[in-house]
């Protein structure tokens, strides 16, 4: 247990309701948030090119980790966390992921292409599905996109053989734009933005988590609070968990139940020097 995990028995919660960790758990059933997991896990299901962008903190990683954990048995997906390697190193990790085993000739782009479209033959022979995820897209060299997208060109007849998502900052967005990355583009079938969350929605996620990790009590926000809290964190998740834990630790030093608006603005003051501005 951690050394905060007291302070949060005492408060009535099971663990801390404001981690920025990605935990599944929390997943916030908002509607944007929603509307970008069931649209992205559409795209997986049938094929379909797929692009998921946001700020940082705006909770893409847990859609694509609720996805991870949520994704039917006849769809497999292999997630490329480091886009920063070549595109030989990709196609030879991607193969990995799917199958377990590294490609007979790590080093040949070729034979380790003609390895993945075989298995993705024998996939969809046997009704299932490839995707492959990448975190972070914005940084994947035009090279690599290139080389993701005519890997995603592979089909039958009737499916297409690998579903590719992209998951990145809006930088992604700027690179798909170019004229050279028009082929790539005009594949796309899903396009999914994040944006900050509404007033209403800032509150509606605040209970949201202090209700899944309430085991008692009664600590709650104020509507002034709740209002302090939206407009400093602009309506940045990550933002609101920092501010809101600084502020539930503020009212537990206090021995209130109550998170008043001065609570969450000297919360506030506590974290901007070097959290975020």
């Known amino acids: 247990m951690s050394e905060l995990d007291p302070i949060y028995t005492a408060l009535g919660f099971s663990r801390a309701p404001f981690s920025i960790s990605p935990d599944t758990s929390f997943f916030y059933p908002g509607s944007q948030h929603v509307t970008a997991y069931n649209n992205l896990l559409f795209a997986m299901r049938g094929g379909a090119m797929a692009v998921l962008t946001g700020e940082v903190g705006l909770g893409k990683t847990l859609i694509c980790r609720n996805l991870l954990r949520n994704i ?6 292999a997630l490329l966390a480091n886009p ?3 595109y030989a190193e990709i196609l030879a990790s991607i193969f990995k992921d799917f199958t377990g085993e590294a490609p007979r000739h790590p080093d040949s782009l070729a034979q380790t ?10 996939c969809a022979h046997l009704g299932e599905y490839l995707v ?23 089909e039958t007849e009737q499916r297409k053989l690998i579903s590719l998502v992209l998951v990145g900052q809006p930088e992604l967005e700027k690179t798909l734009a170019l004229r050279a990355m028009r082929p790539l583009r005009e594949r796309i079938g899903v396009w999914c933005r994040l944006g900050p969350m509404s007033r209403a929605e800032c509150a509606s996620y605040v209970r949201h988590r202090m209700a899944v990790t309430r085991t008692s009590g009664d600590v709650h926000f104020s509507a002034m609070a709740l209002f302090f809290l939206h407009r400093a964190t ?12 600084r502020a539930l630790l503020l ?5 209130q139940h109550r998170i008043n608006g001065f609570m969450v603005r000297r919360a506030v003051a506590e974290l901007r020097p070097g959290r975020f501005a």
């Open 84 to 86: 920063l390697l070549s």
């Open 251 to 255: 009212a537990f030093g206090r021995s």
């Open 113 to 122: 292409h003609e390895q993945l479209t075989n298995y993705a033959f024998k």
């Open 132 to 154: 492959v995820m990448v975190d972070e897209a914005q940084k994947l060299s035009a090279e690599a996109l290139e080389g993701l997208r005519l890997l995603s060109n592979l």
């Open 72 to 77: 039917p048995t006849n769809v497999h997906v």
């Open 234 to 245: 602009k309506g940045v998740p990550r933002r609101i968990n920092l501010v809101a834990e």
